[in-house]
Nanobody
Framework: QLQLVESGGGLVQPGESLRLSCAAS????????IGWFRQAPGKEREGISC???????NYADSVKGRFTISRDNTKNRVYLQMNSLKPEDTAVYYC?????????????????WGQGTQVIVSS
């Protein structure tokens, strides 16, 4: 069974950092493009970053310069390093996978989704 599991969320103060991890089981990530999405209360799920199988990346303007996506195919994981966190980054963060796909922030392109990890940025 193909599964994605996010981890690394938590409660942090503004300006601090977190690293989210997306682990795959039941398949290997090396042929997949991976996206990170987030959903804040009362808002739609938005794409914030993606990485293609050829390690091309893209970021939403809201996180550009603060977040970095990376992948380690040997560990079958994708990471999202989040620096200089702001209260508006508070959301549930999801990773998603699409086979052989391009790096895109469009949620409709992704076939597999994790259950999400909560990030709260508050003083």
């Amino acid at each position: 069974q193909l599964q994605l599991v996010e981890s690394g969320g938590g409660l942090v103060q503004p300006g601090e950092s977190l690293r989210l991890s997306c682990a795959a089981s039941g398949f290997t990530l090396d042929r997949y493009s991976i996206g990170w999405f987030r959903q804040a209360p009362g808002k739609e799920r938005e794409g914030i970053s993606c990485i293609s199988k050829s390690v091309g990346t893209n970021y939403a303007d809201s996180v550009k310069g603060r977040f970095t996506i990376s992948r380690d195919n040997t560990k079958n994981r994708v990471y999202l390093q989040m620096n200089s966190l702001k209260p508006e980054d508070t959301a549930v963060y999801y990773c998603a996978a699409q086979l052989y796909g391009l790096c895109t922030l469009s949620r409709g392109a992704y076939s597999y989704w994790g259950q999400g990890t909560q990030v709260i940025v508050s003083s």
